[in-house]
Every structure is written in structure tokens, then in C-alpha cells.
């Protein structure tokens, strides 16, 4: 790193809050994903104004910026892909308002998702989009990959409960998109800016709704002996009408996995499970409930437990929120896939996935949010084993071009990141994609703003697939 | 091809593999909690070990600061997904520092001196402490603290800061004889908190326990471990193995955290250890904690009308996933309104020796919990480890409340005497 | 042009176009994009909304596109999700989805005649907003024809998404001054047992107060609209059958059943006449109050509280329409009031005498950001050009 940019970044944070050791910036190459490419520096401003003077320092000195929040992410969002400084969030994490009358919380970037119910509980209220990661993923973060969640099935995702961020634009201009509660006037730069991936710029104050905490929660956990009557069974559920909080499935190599590390009394030997929360008040609840009892039994569920206590239905949803973590235990890699079909195709891409992960000899687990036909196939290999790494990423992009082929999309809450950029071309006409970059020149990002995401382009980008071959055959590594 | 200079006590490569830098564990990680940094957290930690094992990198002196930063609290393992052995990796990882410290030589040397040859000694460390428990106790403390002159003398003054008022010292001999539960005694616990194994002796008796204190036994080399002397610390598990063999005891009570947490994973700590890994397996099976061992037992309720804050042990709550046993005993005790601060489960910063090593990190934790007392004003706080009980009496001082603070052992015996 | 609409008057905004065409497909409707001749394109619908906004630059033509993206719905019921042609009215629609026992939960002005297309366009709710949200929330994916021609999309038929850049939120309340919607993909909800009710309370603090409760005990009211009324105000809610009697319990006033004459009143409210002043503010929950007493001092004639969507919607009649000056200034102060919670006031219809005298949108503080969107999507400036943010 040139010792022009050391002086500039250090004169926007101060000298104490610029990492550009080595061993301090190590860590920095990665996110929970595959790719990997070492920054030159990290740097973490601790306001608006630090944050756009990094910006603009970087700009002037034409070196590229890599936004991170926890790096929790899982498409390379956070990997500084073509090097240059890493902008951390990690020190903006105060809590500047939380208002129980407009039922919103003003933050920075850098909290954890999680804070934001604990600090919304005193008032009856939460904040409903609740990724597997939200005890370390920040909202910073959240707000750049549209983040889902378990619970997104009826209350929907990031961009439905974040209404307005103070920005730094990848030109380096402060602005608010959104608002504190009403609905501005115009074109919805919000709504743009969200699930931008950070390529846009970098929200450093966020404003997000919180809703009241249900009346009465019910959670069943219903037991298949195959993923086919799991999966019927959750088509059976929404032609009934209902429209659960949540609607969950696991197959039996995850059961088996989460319960041997997480023991939330998951039945191992079954085929699948599905998780269905339904809340609201009672007198509506126990209707639903036993509607969707009916649903489970019409379909061969050999057992339905029901949870209706806090701490119940916290140990049924540890084990799922945990469940690709633990994989860890039965396997040493796994690489987790997010892709996207219509509800109705799920039987028939489970089998085209099985029956890819069997083609190239890697066990495939499944975790999903099956209400909204969103797949986690996770395949399951050793790295140790010579080309073992290669062939993963070849099964996942079959899986990915199967999730298309059915009509489907390459990510439902992930992001396309690095990882799957150069197939957005099997979704996206030429045209399609002008748009987005057309959108990157609205706000000013000339093609070092978190350079390489989502669009598979930018000068320097290549290198990295061979950095990626080259770090594949060289250490012992777990692909999230 | 690898960059460790003890290769024996290197950390495993399937231990280091079992991380998939999911980063989940950061935000449980009480340093990258207080600087926001990622090498401060369990994955920047374990991704410097792969590094340095890989031999991407040398085993240089800001690795080694990464690593000396870590609490060893091991809130991580608790919310890793992976399992992910991270106590097991930090104490190899300090085993190479150990072996050839880049920074700091003298003082790893003068720590492990102090250890092997003060603390694993009791008659030493008797005499070191008889006068420690004199001052405690006397007038003349509280002309010094006025005085301020410890404070020139920083880690005189933090230490006097974290003591309380102990009591007559307890060993072994003090309740030697036979019975079904031995009582784990320890070193420095034996010598500054003779009241808390007293206390736990009467309340393991009401509980309908036959309990006694084996001869032989010694410190548990926890210590020892966590800062990479893995060899002192086998020689004194070896020691404690037969100890407890000897003594025929079903159960091993163990009331300080820290030395449970150690004891119970002997199995693993000498797992190459030809004669010991099955004797190590079998005593780790009967250890349990105090807390735990009571769960399943029956206790007269007891009474202490009292704001109590159960602030869990680390090595009790991560490494032993014991948090809701000690809060029900608590909770059983009538008059006892238990309240929960925020926190209660992260590190308080005493972690064994850390609090001497490393004052500004520790200090910073200890402030987050004199926050919360101060909040919440408790009148008794609640812990199950001496260490950590030494740094409340300093956050109690530091919050300016007048909560008194207590071991398990003792809120319990209290509860129960005056009943 | 849908028959209403050319039944209506052809003003756009209160100027007549020069000339009106209506491409019979979707090749016809691109070339006409296409071809650059200099004139203003504006795209329209069913007509619904062709008061809104400034009025065009000109010379301009007005293009029904109706005919060129009329179509057959794909519903997948299985799915929940629905393919439509711009063209399609949300009635069509919503008889066809009505056969699966689902729905689509729009209800903007006049719901059974607007087109897809121009719903989206134009953005707004109803007051199934309350629960439901904006139409751009139930986009999963479109097709949009842009200022050069091109046909793109962007999203997908699939409910859950984040494949690239989120453009379906851009375009959505575009107004399409970026493009014309041509298809879009939906995702329904199942169709849900109902019960409006009607109640009154003396004061809009107790209506709001009402919405508050129901709200916080979980009942999920679809819509909750109050209307004043001689003095008193008016609610209207959408319950289901299962949370009446709760409802009952926490009301503290009394709840009588609703015609559908109830909701069509507080949907369409506005939007009755083209030749009305209508405007809309976005505020704070804190600021209802203040704003609807402003407005109210200008003597509307009906004046209607969204609570829980933080929406006011005054109203005046041709026969009791406001001074020019003191419209103006009473929009003027409360736009500035709202600009720092990020809220805004919309005049939603403005009658011809009026026009002069009221900036229909207000300027944003993201205008110069909203021109760059315009001039990287319609350099040319082409697409309903004067109609939009700041004639954009």
C-alpha cells in the first residue's frame, strides 16, 4: 500500500483505526464464503463523515473500496476482491433512537440485527426479518443484501422493514434515501439502494420499522419419513389458505447433523421435518392450527409436536438456525448454495439436486424455507480430496442452472456477490444488465466500489478465479 | 510444510478445518465486543492459526498479541455451529508461544515459574498467601487503600482492588476421611476462599451428601493450560487422576468454574498419554460442578430476601453449558428475587491470571459489569469462580454500590442456615 | 385508450395532446418508442390517473397502451404468484385469481378499471394499504419497455429474489418516466374471510388511538380508514371474522356492520371528478393530527385519516375550492414541516383554476439524484417528460 493512502486514511480516522499489518489484515480476506483476496488496509470510521472522507480519499487515489459489516455474508460481498481498503463498520454500532409511537429505530450500520428486537422488546415490538446469522450479522449489511430469514415469509425481507438510511454514495455525497416513517415523494432510491450489495455506496444510518410482537405464537414441528410428503404437505398448507409466519424444511442428513450438535430434540431418524409457525391472536391461531394439522396428517406426517412456550419454540428454531453450521460436525467442507424455484417445482428440483450431488459423489443436505421455495442445498465433500473443490463448485453451478431452468432465480436472500456473477448472463439479457450499471453510474461508482459484485465485470476481476483455484488447492478450508 | 516450533502441541489441522469462518461467533467474543476488530475476535484468531500453519505467515509478535488478547472464555464454542474446539486451539496456540516466544520472554518465563513452582506447590503458595489473607483482614488495608500507595504499584493495586475478606484457609486435611463425593479443593480457592468450601460442604451435607476432601489432590493446571504449558499442566492432571482414584469417590464436586471446566476435559488433555487417557477418561466422568451436582438432588428451600444477580462463570456457562441449573437453585430460595442484567453471560475480564496480563482489556469488561450492578442495583451478586469473584468485589467498589458478593456455595448456605 | 377513458376527456394534466395513437402490439408499441421525432410519449392506461402530475412537455402524444399489452393472466395458484400484461385491469385480474380463491390486495382508485401497468406506474395505495403495503410490494419481477426501445427485465416469477439490483422498486411510482411497464409478475395471497365495520368516535386522537390498539393487540385490520363527518369521524375496518369479538372488547365504541358502499367511499375519495383538488401527505404519526388540522383549515370537503398507513387525504369540490394563495401556502408550510421526518405532500388532482398555483409534488431533497435516474434511463427526456418530481 502506498504510504500517500496510509497518510490519507489516516487522517479521515486517526492513526489507531487503520489495520495495515499483515497479521492484521488477514482475516479481512474472507467473509463465510469461498472466494478470498487480501486488502491493503482496513480501515474503520466512526461516523458519516469519516466514512465519506475514506470514500473520497480512496476515490481520489483511484483505489478500490469493499464495505464490510460482520462479514457473516455468503456470496464474497465483503472480500475485497480486487484488494484496496476495507471499510468496516464495526465501530458505528450505537443505537441513536428508538421511537414507540412511529414504531421505528434510527441505527448505525454496525449493529447486530439481533440488538434491534432486544431493543425494541421493552416497547411489544421486533424486527421481523431474522437471517439464520442475526446474532453477528450487522443491519449495515443486511440492507446491502436484502436479507431474508426464516420468519420473511409473511412479513417479507429487509427492503419491507428498512424505510430509510443516510447514505455515502460510492461518489462520496452523503444523502437520505427513504424516510422516518412517511413515504417520500419520487422515484424510490430506497428501494434501489437496498440489496444493492454495497455497490451503490454505504447506508450509515439506518431506519428500520419494528412491529408489535405477536399475540400468541404456535410452532409445530411436523415428521416425514421423505422430503416428497414434507414437500406436499407444504403445498397443502398454502392451498389451505394459510400463510404461516413460517414454514421450514429439513431433510434427514441436517436433522441428523443439528441434532447431534445443537440437541434441540429433532428426530434423527427422520426422512424430513417440516418447522410451521403460525401466530396471531388466539381465537385465529387455534384455527389455523389445526388446519394446518390436518394438512401435515393428510400428507403422512408420523408426528406432530406442537410448541407453544418461549423457550420451546426456541429450541425447535436453534436447531434450525444452527443446522448449516453444524454440518461442520458430519462433514469437513460444505458449500451452501441459495437458490430460488417456484413453490410448485420443489419435489422435482430436490431430485434434480440429489441427483447431481450423486453424480459427482457429494452428499447434498437440505435446509430451506420451503414457503417461498427458497433452497439451501449444502453438498458435502472433503477438500482434502484432489479436485475435490473444483468439482463442488462445478456440482453447485448445475444446481444453480437447474433453480433457473425451472423457472427460478440464482439467489433468494444470499446475493449474487462474486460467486455467482458471471451467471447472471443465464437470467439477464445484455440489456438488462445495462440497466444495473447504468444505476451504478447514478450513484457515482465508477467500477472500484466494491469492485467484481454482482455484475461479472470490472478490470481485475479475473484474477480472482484463479486466486480462488490457486487458495483451493493450497489450505485446509470449509466452504459456507 | 508449517510454521509451528512445537510440533507436538501444535493445534490440530481437523480442529482448525472445523472452522468454515461462518462468523458467527464474533459478536459472542467479549474483546471484539469492546474493539470492534475481527482479529480480536475467534474466527480473526483461528484464521492467524491456520496462517501460521500453513506457513503463510511467521509466528510473529502482533500473532502473538491477538492471541494473548483472548479470555479463553470460550462464549464462542458456545454459539459456534461447527463445534469448532476453540479452547483446545487457543491453548496449543499458546503453547507455541510458549515454546518460542516472539515478544515478552521474560515474562512468559516468570509466569510459568510462578506457576509451577508457587501456585502447583501448596506449601509455597501457603506461605506466599498467609500474609496476603493477614492484610485482607486487618486495619492497616484500609489505611493503605486510603493512602493509595498499592496503586503505584499497578498489579498490587488491582489485586488488592479484587479481594475480599477471606476467610481461614481449607485443605485437604480439613475434611479428610472417606464418603461417596469428594470435594475438589484446588490451589489458590483452598488458600483465599476457605469460607466458600466450607459453605459448600455444609450444603452438599443437607443436600444428603457424603462428602470429604482426598488427600493427593492439587491444583488442576487450568491455569497452567490456558497460557500453553501443557506439560505442567498433564504433570498435574496426572497427579489429580490419582488422587481421585484413590479416594474411591462416585462424584467429584467441583465448585470453582474454571477448574471444573479443566477437570472435565482431562480425557482430552492427555489423550496421548498411554498409561493416563483412560484413567484421565474415567476420573473427567465423575467431575461435576457444584451446582450441577445439586440439580439433581433434593435441598431445602431456604430463605434470603435479597436482589440477587447470577453473573454466570464462563468456564461454567461455555465450556460446561451450565447457566440455567445455578439461576434454579437461586430461584428456588425464597425471598430471592432473582434479576438478570445484560451481559450476565459474558466475561467479566478475570479469567484466571488475565486481569494481571492484560489490565486495560480486563478493566474495560469489568466497567461493562460495574455499569450494570450500577443499573440494577443488586444487593448480592451471584458467581460460581473465585477469579470472577475477585473481579466483582473491584466492580461492586468501581459501580460505588454496597452489594456484597458471594460463591453459589455460599448464597446458598446462607439461605439455608437462616432458614 | 379503454373506452372510459376515451369517453372522459383526453387532457392530460389539463393539456391536450396532439395527437392520440394505440399501437395494436407490443412490436407496434416498441417502434413507436423507438422512433425519435421529438415528441413527449405519454403512456396510458385505463385513464384513471392522467390528472396526476404536471402537465406534459410539448407537442406530446398520448399512447393507449391497452391494446398493445392486453393478454391472458398465468396464475399459478400453487405458486402464488400471477404473470399479467400491463394491460390488464386489476378487475380481470382479480376475477381470475377470485377462481382459486385468491387475490391480489391493490386497491387503488377506481381498482376495477386501472390497468396493472398504470397502478404500478402511479404507485399508490388504497386503504388495504394499511395492511398490505404499495403495490411495488407485490412485484416479484417486470417487464419494462425503456426510452431507447429495448425491452429488459428485471426480478423474476419467483417470491423470493435478490438477483441483481432491486430495478422493479425504481420503476414502480416511476410514473413511467423511465419506461413502460409492458408485464410484471405478482405474488397473490389467498383470499380471506372479512367483515367490515363501521364505527364512530368523537375525535380523530380516538380514532387513532383505536388504530393503535387494535393494532398492538394483533388483529390485523386489512384497512382502518376515518373519515370526518359532521363533526365527527368516521372508521371503517376490515377485520377477520375471528377477531371481531376482540375487537368488540377493545374498541370502546361501538362496531356496526359496513356495506360496501362504506369502503368504495373511502377508496375512490378524490378521485370522484377529474376536476377536483385532491392532495395526499405522507407524515409521522406525531404529525397526523397537525396536518389534518392544517388541511382542515381550509375547509375541504371531506378529509380522510389512513392511521396506520401515516396518511392524510383532503379533498375539495368543484363549488368549494380553496383561495389559489392560501392552498398554496398552507402546501407550502406543511411540505416544509415534513421534509424532516422525510415525508412529503402530494397534490393528487388539481383542478384547472388551480393549476397555476400548486406544485403538484414538491421538491425532494434527493431531486438532483432523481434527475441523474432520468437522464441515465430517458436522456432524451422523452417519457411523459413534465409530468414528474420537479418536471422531470
Avoid at chain 1, 417479507?156 to 428498512?162: A, D, Q, R
Avoid at chain 1, 409466519?245 to 430434540?265: H, P, S, W, Y
Avoid at chain 3, 388495504?128 to 425491452?151: I, K, N, Q, S, Y
Avoid at chain 3, 407550502?332 to 388551480?354: F, H, K, M, V, Y
Wanted: net charge negative.
Amino acid at each position: 500500500m502506498s504510504a500517500e493512502l496510509l497518510k490519507a486514511l489516516r487522517d479521515v480516522v486517526g492513526r489507531e483505526h487503520v489495520l495495515h499489518k499483515p497479521e492484521d489484515l488477514l482475516v479481512y480476506e474472507l467473509d463465510g464464503t469461498i472466494d478470498r483476496s487480501l486488502p491493503d488496509a482496513v480501515v474503520f470510521p466512526g461516523n458519516t463523515e469519516e466514512v465519506q472522507g475514506v470514500v473520497r480519499a480512496c476515490n481520489a487515489l483511484d483505489v478500490p473500496v469493499t464495505p464490510r459489516g460482520a462479514g457473516t455474508g455468503l456470496s464474497g460481498g465483503a472480500v475485497p476482491t480486487r484488494q484496496g481498503v476495507v471499510l468496516a463498520t464495526a465501530r458505528m454500532r450505537r443505537i441513536l433512537d428508538v421511537d414507540p409511537v412511529e414504531r421505528t429505530a434510527t441505527v448505525e450500520p454496525g449493529v447486530a440485527n439481533i440488538r434491534l428486537s432486544e431493543i425494541a422488546a421493552e416497547h411489544g415490538l421486533f424486527y421481523a426479518p431474522d437471517p439464520s446469522s442475526q446474532k453477528a450479522c450487522t443491519i449495515g449489511g443486511n440492507v446491502a443484501e436484502n436479507a431474508g430469514g426464516p420468519h420473511c415469509l409473511a412479513l417479507g425481507v429487509t427492503t419491507n422493514h428498512v424505510i430509510g438510511m443516510e447514505v455515502v454514495t460510492a461518489s462520496g455525497e452523503v444523502e437520505w434515501l427513504g424516510s422516518h416513517g412517511p413515504e417520500p415523494t419520487g422515484y424510490d432510491l430506497r428501494g434501489l439502494f437496498i440489496g444493492s450489495e454495497g455497490t451503490l455506496g454505504i447506508a450509515t444510518k439506518v431506519v428500520v420499522r419494528l412491529v408489535p410482537v405477536p399475540e400468541t405464537v404456535v410452532t409445530l414441528l411436523a415428521i416425514f419419513d421423505d422430503v416428497d410428503s414434507a414437500s406436499e404437505t407444504v403445498s397443502a398448507v398454502i392451498g389451505a389458505g394459510l400463510v404461516p409466519a413460517a414454514l421450514e424444511m429439513m431433510d434427514t442428513v441436517t436433522l441428523q447433523a443439528a441434532e447431534a450438535g445443537l440437541r434441540c430434540g429433532y428426530p434423527p431418524d427422520a426422512g424430513a421435518v417440516l418447522l410451521i409457525e403460525l401466530d396471531g391472536i388466539e381465537e385465529v391461531v387455534r384455527g389455523q392450527v389445526t388446519q394446518a394439522r390436518a394438512a401435515c396428517n393428510e400428507h403422512g406426517a408420523t408426528e406432530i409436536r406442537t410448541a407453544t412456550e418461549p423457550a420451546e419454540r426456541e429450541l425447535l428454531w436453534k436447531g434450525r438456525k444452527g443446522a448449516i453450521g453444524a454440518l461442520g460436525r458430519i462433514a469437513p467442507n460444505y458449500y451452501l448454495l441459495d437458490g430460488v424455484v417456484p413453490r410448485s417445482k420443489l419435489v422435482e428440483t430436490m431430485g434434480e439436486v440429489a441427483r447431481i450431488g450423486e453424480g459427482y459423489g457429494f452428499p447434498v443436505a437440505n435446509v430451506f424455507h420451503a414457503g417461498d421455495g427458497n433452497l439451501h442445498p449444502c453438498l458435502l465433500f472433503d477438500e482434502r480430496e484432489e479436485g475435490a473443490t473444483a468439482r463442488v463448485l462445478e456440482a453447485g453451478a448445475e444446481i444453480m442452472r437447474v433453480c433457473v431452468e425451472a423457472g427460478g432465480a440464482l439467489t433468494g436472500e444470499h446475493g449474487v456477490g462474486f460467486e455467482k456473477n458471471r451467471f447472471m448472463a443465464w437470467l439477464y439479457s445484455e440489456e438488462d444488465l445495462e440497466n444495473m450499471r447504468r444505476v451504478r453510474g447514478v450513484f457515482g461508482n465508477e467500477g472500484a466500489f466494491n469492485p467484481c459484485k454482482v455484475l461479472p465485470e470490472g478490470t481485475g476481476c479475473g484474477e480472482m478465479a484463479h486466486q480462488k483455484g490457486a487458495l483451493a488447492a493450497a489450505g485446509p478450508d470449509a466452504y459456507v | 510444510m508449517t510454521g509451528w516450533p512445537l510440533i507436538e502441541d501444535a493445534p490440530d489441522t481437523a480442529d482448525l478445518a472445523k472452522c468454515v469462518h461462518c462468523g458467527l461467533c464474533v459478536n459472542a467474543c467479549p474483546t471484539y465486543a469492546i474493539t470492534g476488530l475481527e482479529v480480536e475476535s475467534p474466527r480473526g484468531r483461528i484464521h492467524l492459526a491456520r496462517a501460521v500453519a500453513e506457513d503463510r505467515i511467521p509466528l510473529t509478535e502482533a500473532v502473538q498479541g491477538h492471541w494473548e488478547l483472548c479470555l479463553q472464555c470460550r462464549a464462542c464454542e458456545a454459539v459456534c455451529p461447527s463445534g469448532v474446539p476453540y479452547g483446545r486451539i487457543m491453548e496449543r496456540a499458546r503453547a507455541q508461544l510458549d515454546a518460542a516466544p516472539p515478544a515478552k520472554g521474560w515474562q512468559r518465563r516468570l509466569r510459568r515459574f510462578a506457576l509451577r513452582n508457587v501456585v502447583a506447590r501448596p506449601p509455597v503458595l501457603a506461605a506466599m498467601l498467609t500474609p496476603v489473607r493477614w492484610f485482607a483482614r486487618s486495619p492497616l488495608r484500609g489505611l493503605v487503600r486510603a493512602a493509595g500507595v498499592l496503586r503505584l504499584i499497578g498489579p498490587l493495586g488491582r489485586l488488592e482492588a479484587q479481594l475480599g475478606r477471606p476467610g481461614r484457609p481449607f485443605r485437604p486435611r480439613d475434611a479428610a476421611g472417606e464418603g461417596e463425593v469428594a470435594l475438589f479443593t484446588g490451589c489458590v480457592m483452598g488458600e483465599l476462599f476457605g469460607d466458600v468450601h466450607r459453605a459448600s460442604m455444609r450444603v452438599l451435607e443437607r443436600s444428603g451428601a457424603d462428602v470429604f476432601a482426598p488427600r493427593g489432590q492439587g491444583c488442576c493446571g487450568a491455569l497452567s493450560a490456558h497460557d500453553g504449558d501443557l506439560e505442567q499442566a498433564r504433570r498435574l492432571a496426572r497427579a489429580n487422576i490419582a488422587a481421585f482414584e484413590a479416594s474411591g469417590a462416585e462424584a467429584i464436586v467441583v465448585n470453582s468454574a474454571g477448574c471444573g471446566a479443566a477437570m472435565k476435559e482431562y480425557g482430552e488433555l492427555l489423550a496421548e498419554d498411554t498409561e493416563f487417557a483412560e484413567r484421565a477418561e474415567a476420573v473427567a466422568a465423575r467431575v461435576v460442578d457444584f451446582s450441577e451436582y445439586l440439580a439433581g438432588r433434593d435441598l431445602p428451600a431456604g430463605r434470603l430476601g435479597a436482589r440477587v444477580a447470577y453473573q454466570d462463570a464462563c468456564h461454567l456457562a461455555h465450556a460446561q453449558g451450565i447457566s440455567a441449573e445455578p439461576r434454579a437453585l437461586l430461584d428456588a430460595v425464597e425471598g430471592c428475587e432473582l434479576v438478570e442484567t445484560e451481559g450476565a453471560d459474558m466475561c467479566c475480564g478475570a479469567a484466571g491470571i488475565y486481569s494481571l496480563i492484560q489490565p486495560a482489556m480486563s478493566g474495560e469488561l469489568r466497567a461493562r459489569k460495574a455499569d450494570q450492578f450500577r443499573e440494577h442495583q443488586p444487593d448480592v451478586i451471584v458467581t460460581a469462580n473465585p477469579g470472577c469473584q475477585m473481579q466483582y468485589e473491584a466492580a461492586v467498589r468501581e459501580a460505588g454500590i454496597e452489594a456484597r458478593v458471594l460463591h453459589l456455595a455460599e448464597a446458598l448456605d446462607e439461605a439455608l442456615t437462616s432458614d | 385508450m379503454s373506452e372510459a377513458a376515451a369517453q372522459a376527456s383526453p387532457l392530460v394534466a389539463g393539456r391536450a395532446p396532439e395527437a392520440v395513437v394505440a399501437p395494436a402490439s407490443l412490436d407496434e408499441l416498441r417502434d413507436l418508442v423507438a422512433e425519435r421525432d421529438g415528441r413527449t410519449l405519454v403512456p396510458v392506461g385505463a385513464g384513471t390517473q392522467l390528472a396526476l402530475g404536471g402537465a406534459p412537455r410539448e407537442p406530446f402524444t398520448l399512447v393507449d397502451v391497452c391494446g398493445a399489452l392486453a393478454g391472458e393472466v398465468e396464475h399459478e395458484p400453487a405458486d402464488l404468484t400471477a404473470v399479467a400484461l400491463a394491460g390488464v385491469t386489476l378487475g380481470e385480474l382479480d376475477a381470475q385469481l377470485a377462481g382459486s380463491g385468491q387475490r391480489l390486495p391493490l386497491d387503488p382508485p377506481h381498482a376495477e378499471r386501472a390497468t396493472l401497468g398504470g397502478v404500478l406506474a402511479v404507485g399508490a395505495g388504497g386503504p388495504l394499504r394499511t395492511r398490505h403495503g404499495l403495490p411495488r410490494d407485490f412485484v416479484l419481477g417486470m417487464t419494462v419497455l425503456r426510452a431507447d426501445g429495448e425491452l429488459v427485465k428485471a426480478g423474476g416469477r419467483v417470491v423470493k429474489n435478490v438477483t441483481g439490483y432491486d430495478l422493479m422498486r425504481l420503476w414502480c411510482g416511476s410514473l413511467g418516466t423511465i419506461g413502460i411497464v409492458t408485464s410484471v409478475a405478482v405474488r397473490v395471497l389467498p383470499r380471506v374471510e372479512t367483515i367490515d365495520l363501521r364505527f364512530e368516535v368523537r375525535t380523530l386522537a380516538e380514532g387513532q388511538g383505536l388504530a393503535e390498539r387494535f393494532l398492538r393487540a394483533d388483529l390485523r385490520p386489512e384497512l382502518l380508514d376515518l373519515t370526518k363527518e359532521d363533526g365527527r369521524w368516521v372508521g371503517v375496518v376490515r377485520l377477520t371474522e375471528g377477531a371481531v369479538p376482540k375487537a368488540e372488547s377493545i374498541a370502546e365504541a361501538d362496531l356496526a356492520p359496513s356495506s360496501e358502499g362504506d369502503y368504495l367511499a373511502v377508496r375512490d375519495l378524490g378521485f370522484q371528478k377529474e376536476e377536483m383538488l385532491t392532495v395526499r401527505a405522507s407524515c409521522p404519526t406525531s404529525a397526523i393530527g397537525s396536518t389534518a388540522e392544517a388541511l382542515e383549515a381550509l375547509a375541504p370537503s371531506r378529509l380522510l385519516v389512513r392511521p396506520l398507513a401515516r396518511e392524510v387525504r383532503a379533498t375539495w369540490e368543484e363549488g368549494s375550492l380553496p383561495e389559489g394563495d392560501a392552498v398554496a401556502g398552507a402546501v407550502g408550510r406543511l411540505r416544509a414541516g415534513l421534509a424532516e421526518s422525510g415525508g412529503g405532500l402530494l397534490a393528487e388532482r388539481i383542478p384547472t383554476e388551480l393549476r397555476g398555483a400548486l406544485d403538484p409534488w414538491g421538491r425532494p431533497p434527493t431531486f438532483a439524484r432523481m434527475a441523474a435516474v432520468k437522464a441515465a434511463f430517458d436522456r432524451d427526456g422523452r417519457l411523459n417528460a413534465g409530468r414528474y418530481v420537479g418536471g422531470l
